[in-house]
């Protein structure tokens, strides 16, 4: 059986009240939903910073490796053991090749966008987590929920901007919002066999795998060329970081370990209903990030749907408030 860090804090008998645990175990796992999504946004600086002169896999490799060396360094000194040990294998490599679409489409939107625009879009993954929830883990929500939904899909049509020039870089990002959603699922399926520590470990791992597969194939740079600003990112050749940049690679494997332990204890831990709306945490740094590192703002149109958007999670919160206290 893998081992996992216990929760209890040293000197809480075995006696302690249910509703109490449950209270606690409803804390953590908002804390670490809040912790790993502001984590997370530090990835997408990072991301967005070597979007511009590297190749996409050429990145994800070296995170992936950085993100494995925190894993097992992390298991060590938490005392776990036989990380690798699983009794979900295909599971695994399912919800690891979701993974991988996931964040390919995400950076490949994300090179063509502004920063706060993909996050934006990408929230509408909560959202999708509450159908998912139903449909796949049986939870239950209601209308209001459902109409938070619908109102946070408008939003996502908003950021498209169907009246002007419309935005593929956008539907890829919503692409990964979808994977995003389905993984985070699949990770509350896990909590009663895995822990947060061997889910992450395969995940960086898949990671090393196919992007050194991909560096075999297109590294060189036979495809490259291309003026879109994604396909440039995913055919670029391989080329030797210069030295500035090598805090931007450690930092986006340092927050993808990092942030991929919190949000997996989020799910495991909670329903997914109630943990994604907590991810919108990182939606005010987004927007900091682009205007600080890269001059870019919403405009008028960008505000309005991520009004929507954001609005709809933070009201899926408070319904989700409003019934646990049964009013």
Known sequence: MTREISLKPIGVVAETPVVERTSRHVFLGI??????????????????????????????LVRAFVGVAFILGFAAVSG??????????????????IVMISNATYFLGLAALPLADA?????????????????????????????????????????????????????????????YATTQTMTRMFRDTESAVTI??????????????????????????????SLAFLFRPWILPVEGD???????GLAVAIGGLLMSQAYRMNEAALVAPFEYTSMP??????????????????????ALIIGAGLYTLWRETVRRHGR
């Open 246 to 252: 090598w805090i931007y690679f450690l930092g986006t």
């Open 200 to 229: 992450n470990f395969y995940t960086q791992v898949a990671f090393v795998v196919v992007s050194s597969s991909m560096g075999l194939f297109v590294g060189d740079g036979h495809l490259a060329g291309s003026p879109d600003a």
């Open 31 to 60: 804390a670490a939903a809040m912790c790993g999504s502001a984590v997370f946004s530090l990835n997408d600086l990072c991301i967005k910073h070597l979007s511009g002169a590297y190749a996409l896999h050429q990145v994800i």
């Open 80 to 97: 776990q053991r036989r990380i690798w040990y699983t009794k979900r294998p295909w599971m695994h490599l399912l919800r690891s090749s």
């Open 119 to 179: 996050a934006a879009i990408g929230f509408v993954a909560p959202l999708l987590l509450t159908m998912l929830s139903v449909l796949i883990l049986r939870e239950k929500v209601g209308w209001h929920r459902w109409g938070a939904v619908v109102v946070g899909l408008i939003g996502v049509v908003v950021m498209l901007r169907p009246e002007g020039q419309f935005r593929w870089a956008a539907v890829l990002v919503l692409i990964s919002a979808l994977c």
């Open 285 to 306: 740094l987004a927007i900091l990030w682009g205007f600080v590192f890269f001059g870019t703002f919403p405009d008028l149109q960008g505000w309005v749907g991520i």
